[in-house]
């Protein structure tokens, strides 16, 4: 792969290949997404479905457009931040009662103005009305629980459970934002006990 084509997963590695499978603090950066919103279980919900490929089919319109104007840069992994009115639904995998916003990271070039070209382009050649729901989101999330889970995402439990029982409290933090998640395997091509998902949450001191 060229060193000239950006790819946030070799930019910021410490965030998209961390190596630590218990929790430790990180430093998270001002980043800037597409992002699409939506409620409900990721493997029944048709709305879900259909935001991710909107998603991707935005993200690779910009990507095309930048190479045109000599800026390449490698499409980023697929991302979700998760939320519900019951956090412990995420340890008890109750997913009818999730929110989630996915997202696909964007270098600091991409403007708003470029993103909703691209939607333009993406509904004109694409004809999918998800697409519309695509919009720009920036993220700031400094200070942040992070932990590299390796297996299917059903196995993530205990590994949430021991952030909100054990690791926060013995570390004098409460949480703070979204829960914040990193698919970096595939699902379609990875065997579910090779899975490879960075987990995050922002924090402050108690």
């Not at 998603?55 to 190479?67: D, I, Q």
């Not at 993530?156 to 998640?181: C, F, I, K, Q, S």
Request: aromatic share 8%.
């Amino acid at each position: 792969m060229s060193p000239d084509r950006y790819d946030v997963k070799r930019e910021l590695k410490r965030l998209y290949a961390p190596r630590n499978t218990d929790w430790a603090l990180v430093d998270v950066p001002e980043q800037r997404f597409i992002a699409v919103d939506g409620h409900g279980n990721p493997n029944t919900s048709p709305d879900y479905a259909r935001a991710v490929e909107a998603l991707y089919s935005v993200a690779y319109t910009v990507k095309f457009a930048s190479k045109r104007e000599g800026r390449d840069f490698v499409v980023g992994p697929l991302e979700g931040l998760w939320w519900a009115d019951d956090p412990e639904v995420f340890i008890t995998r109750d997913k009818d009662r999730w929110h989630w916003r996915m997202l696909i990271s964007q270098p600091d070039w991409v403007t708003d103005e470029r993103i909703d070209e691209a939607k333009r382009i993406a509904s004109a050649k694409k004809g999918l009305p998800a697409i519309e729901a695509v919009r720009p989101e920036v993220l700031h999330e400094g200070t942040s629980a992070q932990v590299l889970h390796i297996g299917p995402y059903d196995d993530e439990g205990p590994v949430l459970a021991r952030l909100h029982h054990e690791w926060l409290a013995a570390n004098g933090l409460r949480l703070t934002g979204l829960h914040h998640e990193v698919y970096v395997g595939d699902p379609r091509r990875t065997d579910p006990a090779k899975l490879r998902t960075v987990l995050r949450h922002p924090v402050r001191t108690r």
